[in-house]
């Protein structure tokens, strides 16, 4: 079982910078692309931003130019680097991962989610 343990958020001004962590423990064979997705109250869960064990990035376009998403392999890390930040970027921040596992199943995990909050 792979649990993913979330850190990093916190309230900031608006035009600030803040930089969430994300680390993989247990046991899995494979950890597959990484990404980061945040969710208000009353709306549906979005994703941020995504990065594939070769390193290929996708952002929605509302943090483009502004969020960077990155990982370490060998740590089982992914960050979400997030500057200029706005108001509208207050959420709850997700990190997903996806995985395969010892006996060859693919699956999906989700950590606890870390909440950030932009003041204006």
């Known amino acids: 079982q792979v649990q993913l343990v979330e850190s990093g958020g916190g309230p900031v001004q608006a035009g600030g910078s803040l930089r969430l962590s994300c680390a993989a423990s247990g046991t899995i064979f494979r950890l597959n692309a990484m990404g980061w997705y945040r969710q208000v109250p009353g709306k549906q869960r979005e994703l941020v931003a995504s990065?594939?064990?070769?390193?290929?990035?996708h952002y929605a376009d509302s943090v483009k130019g502004r969020f960077t998403i990155s990982r370490d392999t060998a740590k089982r890390t992914v960050y979400l680097q997030m500057n200029s930040l706005k108001p509208e970027d207050t959420a709850v921040y997700y990190c997903n991962a996806g995985g395969l596992t010892l006996a060859g199943y693919e699956t999906d995990y989700w950590g606890q989610g870390t909440q950030v909050t932009v003041s204006s």
């Open positions: 990065i594939t064990s070769s390193d290929t990035t």
